[in-house]
């Protein structure tokens, strides 16, 4: 309906889904729309140790969300494991000033652990039909946790990032500042470079008609230079009453 009324050709849906959820039956239309992909943000746990594997009921939902994805098959989805985890880091990354710190859900090395138990107990179940993505905050103060929070060149398949501009920072300002750190920072251990790239989610944070306009313009132009080339996937964030004239806003109707 969005696409027909307002003349779009949205290709991806973006969804999340908390602790102890699965897939819901818009999720499984979406999945399986002609020409489109579904995203899932998928949190199973708000702390990150909770997840790592050492509590039976955070395994068994685990393992309901795995039933779900898989219920999808052949059908492919993409899935995020607790995107944005630097705003919920309490501490443990090397290199990073205690100071930077303003989440409670565990370090990063708690993280890996979540992430590699979600993995596997996918791959025990038989799930083969996630392409599996990190999704970075994209905030330079946080850029030194990024290594530390990485789960293994063999566990991500896209790296992702949420860039959301203001009026001192356009597209290409605030995008670019993570896509050079991570082709800087890429290494044998840490392969950025080895992935697709894509934004999760941005938009601009500014109320004015006029300077949306323009955002949305310099986008276009930005890209067609081919200014950003690892950019494979850009999802712009949209929800009704959501930080105002910052998201497109429109209801399922169009309107």
Known sequence: DFNTKSGSTLSLAHDYRDPGATLTSSDDNLAHRPDTVLLVNYKPANNFEQAAGGNASVNSQIDAMAKSVKALAPTKIIMVIYHEPENNVSGGAAGCPSTIYKGTSGTPAQYRAMWQNV?????????????????????VTWNCMIAD??????????????????????????????????TQSS?????????????????DLNDSVARQNTFYTNVAGDLDAGEFPRLKLLTLYDAIGNLGDSRVAYDEQGQ
């Open 119 to 139: 993995e596997s107990r996918f791959n025990a179940d038989g799930v083969t039909n996630v392409i599996w993505a990190i999704d970075f905050t994209g905030y």
């Open 187 to 203: 290494n044998s251990s840490h392969n950025y470079l080895s992935k697709p790239w894509g934004l999760a989610e941005f938009g």
């Open 149 to 182: 929070l990485w789960p293994g060149n063999s566990l991500v398949d896209w790296v992702l990032w949420d860039p959301y501009m203001t009026d001192s920072r356009d597209f290409s300002d605030s995008v670019g500042t993570l896509y050079q750190w991570l």
